[in-house]
């Protein structure tokens, strides 16, 4: 069974900021792209819905969890090396 939270955007510090100095002055930025972030048997799983639209972001959300249910939920993406 899979757990869920809503959508989110991720935050990040200005260039030429540290976090702790964007989240001091009240400067930190918010990304446009939505993340989802959900549980599959324990482990968290978390990845960009590439689109700016809330609602298609929440249905590609549904659609996970359902796959997650069925167990036909596609295998993470590889960690990238350089």
């Not at 048997?41 to 639209?53: D, L, M």
């Amino acid at each position: 069974m899979a757990t869920t939270t809503k959508p989110f955007r991720v935050k990040y510090a200005p260039p030429g900021m540290t976090w702790a100095e964007a989240k001091a002055a009240g400067a930190l930025r918010e990304s446009e792209t939505w993340m989802i972030r959900y549980r599959v048997h324990g482990r968290t799983r978390r990845e960009s819905t590439e689109t700016t639209n809330y609602e298609e972001a929440k249905k590609i959300l549904r659609e996970r969890l359902g796959a997650a249910d069925n167990g036909t939920l596609p295998a993470p993406k590889a960690k990238r090396h350089a």
